[in-house]
């Protein structure tokens, strides 16, 4: 019933301001027809309810001569299509208007609206309590004029969120809710960011040569690896090297054995487990012996890595030329 009783007072206020001619001194008078058209065309939708369309002839309408009256009317669709921001900033715009063409009733009758809208809405203010250089305040990620804070803005009802930053200083960040009619207000107090520490640079004596550093190179991969493999390869390679020789050790026996049992028996071999006892023993000490020795190379090899990464030699080798008597030729010489 509220709604129905506002829209009727919405038309009738449209109704008493559309005798108003349009009018304005840089348009033509087709370009004025058109805009007389167009708003002809809002007006009717808007006695439908057909505020989408209203909104849309009355904005078309403003394109060609903005005045208070057009404002006014599209303030109006706005507040009816549940959009309260956007029409009280309509309806400011449409008081700005009739004030500088010095229509009284369109300021009465668009103050009454806004009042209605900011009913609706609530407000804030942001407040730096210094200035910042180079500060950067925003509103729902929307970013702020400098010259917007410190002045009140209406806002919708719910939840927000301001930020702000300077060089220098820590973020703020404030999450707040505003209700109806409610009045906000945040400071921004901004938190001086830690100094980076820069350690002084060593200042050479006067007269003195400079010092050039040796680049070093960055760090082997290789240093940065943990000798347990290594000292686990060595250990293992170890074992299988002693188990390979156990094995072969056997298998040498095995064959004596089965050597001499070939020659009691006129070069026949009773026992045909020896041979095979000899064979597969031989197999295994090699294998083992072999995988023992890989083992052990692999190892060590990073063993050699590790700590050679770790204590480089300093021995640099260089071939110079050398001479004694009547021989000339050339010599590496090792330098530490």
Known sequence: MVGYVRTACYLFTIAALAAIPITASAQSESELAVARQLYDEGYDAAKRKDWNTALARFQEARKITDNARLNLFVATALRELGRPLAAFGAFDAAIAKARAEGKTDIVDVATARRAEVAAELGSITISPDKAYPGLHVSLDGQRIALAATDRRMPVLVGDHRVEARAPSFKSFSYPFTVRASEERTVVIRLIPAPATQVAPAKMAPAGAAPVISPARSAPDSSSQRSPALGVTLVAVGV?????????????????????DEQSLHNGVVVDADLVSHYQTSGLIGGVAGGLGVVATAVGGYLLHGIYSAETPSQTRWRLVPQSTGRAHGMAFVASF
């Open 239 to 259: 074992a299988g090297i002693g188990v390979g020789i156990g094995f072969s050790a056997d298998a040498l026996s095995t064959y004596q054995a089965a050597k």
